[in-house]
């Protein structure tokens, strides 16, 4: 076959690769449609959450998947940012590069976005974006775990977020804090309206700042899963859902560093109006 | 391995069926007996990372960010003094160069005055010279001349003389020279 094209000329590699991807196409095929004959497809079976070392009980400190990839997680941020500067040069490597690249544009977006004196806070913001952002690109490896997919992760993140902004707003501006929700630009009747409009989106911060995150995660993987599972089942046209796969998978890639970057610059503004609670 | 997996799952979904109820069709997410455990390990990571990021990272990156900010800083001011000290240097050797410039000229119209005086004053001493020769010249000429004058008095004289001798005259040598001074005269 490549003798042949290769006498044909023109391009015989793009020919033995089309011819290639024809085999494995047709292959894959052969193996998987006699397997699972119909459709059998579980997408949500990927966020189950199992004890890593075997057995049924779950215990509260028992290690999970979920405990494996976050380590993971924290192995990567080590790797990236202290593993990556440990040269401390002048003219940075690459891995310090990155590593000055991630602390720039974090540390740029506290003070742009909360302003100079949330500077301080920076590190906290730092943790949350660094671990937001391994976890999803962690679980955008096939057959990994997304930590980030769980709302009980991403709750207790957004929680923190906004016990802390809450407490911070009344330390820094004691009553004044409830300023926030007294819009004085406003018609002094409308005010009252205002201030229960205020005070119902405040508290509904750290709901969609959770779900917003998991959502995402949750939905683009079980969405790939579900592909998966057309792939398996088309048998001869499988090829069809693993281009779909393909395509999805790069708006995911595109979809786990914006979910992150959204979750830290609304921490980011959330923090400024601790800080500054004047309309 | 696979296949193991694959067993594990099944049996995992035996369970859920078993347990029935929403659980096993619905969202692993959802099950609230995982919540514990989710929170506990992710509370550890959260502050694994943040005394990393603490204690190690962010101060390195901050210390390496603030020296690299420092160098270019200094680094452009010590390119700044070199400019400056390449403008200044510029600038004196522009300076000696016209300062040369006029030396020399300076040099060659002092040589060149120089020498027109030393010219001027040959010049002069030989304009002297020739005259004082000049007029030591005329002085023999009209010595010389003198001397021819009286010479041809006294051979007129005494050709006179000697013409009256011939003819039969006796002459006196005072009125012969008379005459001959007269001629002469005219």
Known sequence: MADQSAKQGGGPIIKIAFFVVLALVLLSGAIFAPEHPGLAIHPMDQFEIKPLFGGDHLGTFTPTNQTLWMVLAIVGIVLLLVVGSRGRAIVPTRGQSIAELAYGFVYKMVEDVAGKDAVKYFPGIMTLFMFIVFANFLGLIPTSFTATSHIAVTAVLALIVFVFVTVLGFVKNGVGFLGLFWVSAAPLPLRPVLAIIEIISYFVRPVSHSIRLAGNMMAGHAVIKVFAGFAAALGLFGFLPILAIAAFYALEVLVAFIQAYVFSILTCVYLKDALHPSH | ?186
């Not at chain 2, 003389?161 to 009125?175: H, R």
Request: no cysteine.
């Open chain 2, 1 to 186: 391995m696979a296949s193991n997996t694959q067993q594990t799952t099944d049996a995992a979904h035996g369970a859920d069926a078993a347990h029935g109820g929403a659980e096993a069709a619905g969202m692993p997410q959802l099950d609230f007996s995982t919540f514990g455990n989710q929170i506990f390990w992710l509370v550890v990571t959260l502050v694994v990372i943040y005394l990393v990021l603490t204690k190690v990272a962010l101060p390195r990156i901050e210390a390496v960010l603030a020296e690299r900010r420092g160098t270019i800083t200094s680094d452009l001011a010590a390119a700044e003094e070199l400019k400056q000290k390449a403008v200044e240097a510029e600038e004196a050797y522009n300076k000696a160069l016209a300062d040369a410039r006029a030396e020399a000229n300076k040099i060659v119209a002092d040589a060149r005055a120089e020498i027109q005086g030393e010219v001027d004053a040959a010049a002069a001493k030989a304009d002297a010279e020739i005259a004082a020769k000049a007029a030591e010249s005329e002085a023999a000429i009209a010595e010389i001349r003198a001397g021819a004058v009286d010479s041809v008095k006294a051979v007129a004289k005494d050709t006179a003389k000697e013409i009256l001798a011939s003819l039969g005259y006796k002459a006196d040598a005072k009125s012969i020279t008379a005459a001959v001074t007269s001629r002469m005269k005219g």
